[in-house]
């Protein structure tokens, strides 16, 4: 059975106090579902959120990080830095970081590398922009982000990978794919892991689906059957909706 998990990406929002009333607020929630959850707050928090959900179902997961080890590289946090305070799991390819900090395909190649070779879980992102699905191209980019970045694993790699579909549209814009759109691109990546690596590692993949997932579209989206949960921003940021949205399953 594959993993449904719900994953909060708190993106640039939240200090200290909000970080520390945020997870008071979650730690009253109850789940209901057998949903992984998952946040991801911004680096200066992550410790002391890892510290502070430790006896609760919540991890607490990263947003990036760089392919090095250590070195010069100003401002940047490794895989080995994340791992030396607990966290097992990163976000990479974020569509922000693809748009905003040039991620290229081939450094996301990298940064795999250095997350799977520190026994980290990585939920790898990608998506297509509204240009590309106005040309029919979606499944096309898609298909190319994935190739690029995580074919030259092996098959044993993907029990620590998890997809993250995303279409730069629907991403904060309130947009959302519907859950049909949702299921057709995410049957397409299944079928693309299939013809590289067989049904068996394709069918335990767990893709998620990220865009504008609110209380009020989750259970809809989540009912379908390729779609294994969400990656979550605007909505994650409130207690209860994110939990709203992990129990619609
Ligand atoms: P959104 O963000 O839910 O605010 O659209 C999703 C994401 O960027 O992961």
Same mark, same amino acid.
């Given at each position: ?84 305070? %607990? ?123 990220? %865009? ?21 921003? %605007? ?15």
């Amino acid at each position: 059975m594959r993993k449904q998990i719900v994953a909060g990406n708190w993106k640039m929002n939240n200090g200290l106090i909000q970080t520390e009333s945020l997870i008071a607020d979650l730690k009253r929630q109850t789940k209901v579902s057998n949903a992984e959850v998952m946040i991801a707050p911004t680096y200066t928090n992550l410790w002391h959120a890892f510290q502070s959900t430790k006896q609760t179902e919540i991890e607490v997961i990263a947003q990036n990080m760089h392919y090095a080890e250590n070195g010069a590289y100003t401002g940047e946090i490794s895989a080995g830095m994340l791992k030396s305070i %607990g966290i097992q799991t990163v976000i990479l390819g974020h569509s922000e970081r693809r748009a905003y900090f040039n991620e290229t395909d081939e450094a996301l190649a990298k940064k795999v590398d250095a997350a799977l070779a520190h026994d980290m879980r990585v939920i790898f992102c990608f998506g297509e922009e509204l240009s590309d699905r106005k040309a029919g191209n979606e499944q096309a980019v898609v298909e190319s982000q994935i190739k690029n970045a995580l074919f030259h694993l092996n098959d044993a790699a993907y029990k620590d990978i998890i997809l993250a579909y995303e279409p730069v549209w629907a991403i904060g814009t309130g947009e959302t794919a519907t859950p049909e759109q949702a299921q057709e691109m995410h049957a397409f990546i299944r079928k693309t892991l299939a013809q590289k690596y067989g049904n068996e590692t394709a069918e335990s993949v767990s893709i998620l689906y990220g %865009g504008s997932v609110k209380p009020n579209n989750a259970r809809e989206i989540f009912s379908k059957p390729d779609v294994d949960g969400g990656l979550i921003g %605007g909505a994650s940021l409130k207690a209860e909706d994110f939990f709203a949205i992990v129990n619609s399953f």
